[in-house]
């Protein structure tokens, strides 16, 4: 079987992917969690784009198998800069960047809208609960969290979800990658229907830039509301990379 790794999105931690470990532990899959730097339980200081991609390449480098990578949101930034070490197999995007060439996640999300007339108006804006903290970090206000990011997730998952949220550096957003690994590698997209922190139809534009692409009746958050679909959908993936 390859390898799964899994790479959270921007005020996220590894902990946002418990419940799809235990789904790919019950297919008896090799899964390692990466704890971005500064998140999550990880005590050292924020770290960049690059510096964020580079410890997905590390943890890469000690593995013997081949790789599946995933990224959530934020996430896909760092795998496409980080994917193309030669052990990954395929990328994973869920509701995630899957940035071009000079693209960074806030360019790439106001180019590609406009491009495609996509109107928020009357939704609930993500950027509306940025709040500014100390060496240019933000936090999301709770309330926008939760409309935004788990609009399908029951109150306890969601109170969870946000006890746990930390700061993320605005600089990261502003990033361009220096690798785009989707151009080489095999992908694939999952498009969030009910996404209220992206729009389905940006994620459909991310989406035709991949081999393939799913599309799920979920949140942006899939793997706290339907994990057994994330974890579904890479053990099929696990599969078919170890055969090559």
């Known amino acids: 079987m390859a390898a799964i790794v899994l790479v959270h999105g921007a005020w996220h931690g590894a902990w946002c992917w418990n419940r799809v470990e235990r789904g790919l532990a019950d297919q008896g899959l090799r899964t390692l ?16 784009l690059h510096g964020d991609a580079m410890l997905v390449r590390q943890v890469i480098d000690g593995i013997n198998e081949p790789v599946v990578l995933v990224g959530h949101s ?12 030669p052990a990954v197999r395929n990328l994973v995007y869920i509701a995630a960047f899957t940035l071009d060439t000079g693209e960074s996640c806030m360019s790439a999300a106001v180019n590609l809208s406009g491009a495609a007339g996509i109107s928020w108006e009357g939704h609930a804006l993500l950027t509306e609960g940025f709040v500014s903290g100390p060496d240019k970090t933000i936090t999301l206000a ?9 609009n399908d997730c029951d109150a306890d998952t969601i109170a969870w979800a946000i006890a746990h949220l930390g700061p993320h550096p605005l600089g990261n957003l502003q990033s361009v990658p220096r690798a785009v690994a989707w151009r080489t590698k095999p992908s694939t997209y999952v498009v969030c229907t009910h996404d209220l922190a992206m729009d389905p139809d940006l994620e459909r534009t991310f989406a035709r830039r991949c081999t ?11 793997f706290l509301s339907r994990p057994e679909l994330v974890s579904g959908l890479l053990g099929e993936l696990a599969t078919a990379s170890a055969q090559g």
């Open 33 to 48: 969690v990466i704890e971005l730097p500064g998140h999550g339980e990880d005590p050292g200081p924020l770290g960049d």
């Open 212 to 222: 393939s692409s799913v599309e799920w009746p979920t949140s942006h958050s899939p």
């Open 142 to 150: 709770p309330m926008v969290a939760a409309e935004c990011l788990y």
């Open 74 to 85: 934020y996430g896909g930034a760092v795998i496409t800069e980080a994917g193309d070490h």
